[in-house]
């Protein structure tokens, strides 16, 4: 396989207005984000040549974003997915430009995420999730319906094993909404939090509470992937690919039958060895924060803190602002917005373009940053981007 | 009052698990090939791709530890609503830990519950033909 490290790059990012009601349709908000994301890498819209969309079937087809935008595309590719689906289409979209299929890729996720279909749950059919899931009536029968409590039968034995506490779920929480304070269009925009607060919230399922869970928003985001040799000739500077992990897996769909292993694992060595750096060469992370929990198991997966020391890890404040790696400096899914990632995938490219510079928001001197995706335990994926 | 609650739907791979807990009986399915459990039951062993399985009858004395769980204190699927709050736990069972089954332990104060407390496989009654294995 050619290696394709810096060969590509990400040229552009946007994203719509957010809100907890747009009153408008994915197809609008597709188009604003579009837009924003074509002016910010400068390019003329009919260059994109290439459209992909990932959705839970609440979003618009990537042909009819295209037609839009007045562009006749020579791809299109509308996938049904959540986390770790950008990182995913990113490597798809450098597979196509490599062998010549298009040039330009926009990759883009839009949802009415709060007013139309929510992650979240509410007024499914039971019976039609005990057949959609492989193996659902082996959960659904016992109230288990929510990824927060799939997630949460990890994290309770993981805490179990490693001595990590609910305190240091709320360090995550904590740390996220501290960011969230320095971006005017994160939904915690003026509601920091403190650990007494963390503390004294009640919990939705043990070990989480509302605050370990990730927000529900409308919006949309987009992001345009081409070659380095395109990106040079425009105007802003470029986040460039060091090393993507598409996708990998563990287990298989029963994946609550051995909560001691997540993909995570795996992607991290084989984003490493593609990248060419360890976790010591990381600046800025933007780690995929769906629930508090998974962003501490990713710590530790990407071997950030070892096993054992994540708690102190992040009771340190290392992922604040000055610490040994800010993380998710827009407020990550926690704090900011939802677009299952990418709006955390938007950030960094942020921050390694050094977008903030002359502002509190600036990750100081961020060479190297770590995106990471997680669609469940079963199914993750990772990039690296450097400046 | 009638069971509001989702009833297990059998299909052609599980059914042999749900009729057996109808009888309040565990079977389970089992790799010919690799000689592992393969639960939940599917078309072919999930371990080593086998479709060479059969079912193993484990009988109706069933223990287990608590390997994981959490409390729900919302209903998060409709039914559920008297329910709160409600244990889901990864059950380990005590002849063979390797398999891991899901279940909401019953009759147990919340602040008791924790990694390692032993269980007993108990059936729940749904109505006059279904039952479903839990656990207290």
Redesign the interface.
């Known amino acids: 396989m050619e290696n394709i490290k810096n060969k590509y790059a990400i040229v552009g990012v946007g994203e719509s207005e957010r809100s907890k009601k747009s009153g408008t349709t994915p197809l609008h908000l597709a188009l604003d984000a579009a837009r924003a994301a074509i002016a910010d890498a400068g390019l003329e819209t009919k260059e994109i040549d290439g459209f992909m969309s990932y959705s839970e079937n609440d979003s618009c087809p990537a042909h009819q974003l295209s037609t839009y935008l007045g562009v006749r595309p020579k791809y299109v590719k509308d996938i049904m997915g959540g986390g770790s689906s950008t990182e995913m289409l990113i490597a798809d979209a450098i597979g196509l430009i490599e062998t010549g299929q298009v040039n330009t890729v926009l990759i883009y996720r839009s949802m009415n995420g709060r007013s139309g279909v929510r992650m979240g ?1 509410g007024g499914w059919d ?2 039609m ?3 959609a899931m ?13 990824p ?2 799939w997630f ?3 994290a ?2 993981h805490m ?1 094993e490693t001595g990590l506490t609910k305190e240091h779920l709320g360090h995550v929480c904590v740390s996220f909404y501290e960011h969230a304070q320095r971006n005017p269009k994160a939904f915690f925009y003026g509601k920091p939090l403190t650990m007494e607060a963390y503390h004294d919230t ?7 509470n509302k605050h370990d869970f990730c927000l529900e928003s409308d919006e949309a985001n987009a992001i345009i992937v081409t070659s380095a040799k395109r990106a040079e000739q425009l105007p802003n500077q470029p986040a460039y690919i060091m090393g993507i992990a598409a996708r990998q897996c563990v ?2 769909a ?1 994946y ?4 001691d292993e997540v993909a995570s694992d795996y992607v991290a060595k084989d984003v490493y060895k593609k990248a060419g750096v360890t976790a010591k060469d990381l600046d800025v992370a933007s780690i995929y924060d769906c629930y508090s929990w998974v962003v501490l198991r990713q710590l530790e997966a990407y071997e950030i803190a070892k096993r054992g020391e994540v708690g102190d890890f992040v009771a340190d404040g290392h992922l604040k602002m000055g610490g040994k790696l800010p993380s998710n400096t827009a407020g990550g899914m926690l704090s900011e917005g939802y677009t299952h990632g990418m709006n955390n995938v938007i950030e960094i490219v942020r921050q390694i373009r050094h977008d903030y510079e002359g502002s509190d928001r600036q990750v100081k001197d961020c060479e190297v940053g770590l995106c990471t995706g997680w669609a469940g335990p079963d199914i993750a994926g990772a990039m690296i981007l450097r400046n | 009052m009638s069971y509001e ?7 052609e791979d ?1 059914a042999p698990f ?1 009729d057996a807990a109808d009888r309040h009986e565990l079977f389970l399915q089992k790799c010919h090939t690799c000689q592992q459990f393969a ?2 039951p ?1 078309p072919a062993c ?1 371990k080593c791709g086998s479709s060479d399985l059969t079912w193993e009858n484990l009988g109706t004395d069933i223990k287990g530890r608590v ?14 609503q008297n ?1 709160t709050p ?1 244990v ?3 059950i380990e069972l005590a002849t063979y830990p390797e398999v ?5 332990i019953l009759n147990h104060a919340i602040e008791d519950i924790h ?1 390692g407390m032993e269980v007993e496989m108990t059936w729940q009654k749904i109505n006059d033909g279904r039952s ?1 294995p839990q656990w207290e």
């Open positions: 749950g039971v019976n999730l005990q057949n492989d193996g659902g009536s082996f959960l659904i029968p016992y109230g288990a319906g929510s927060g409590q949460g039968l990890f309770t034995r179990h009640p919990d939705l399922s043990f070990p989480f287990s298989h029963h609550w039958t051995n909560v | 609650k989702p009833i297990p739907l059998k299909n599980n749900w639960h939940p599917g999930a390997y994981s769980y959490v409390i729900s204190h919302r209903p998060f699927l409709p039914g559920f329910d409600l889901i736990a990864v891991k089954m899901i279940g909401n990694i479903l």
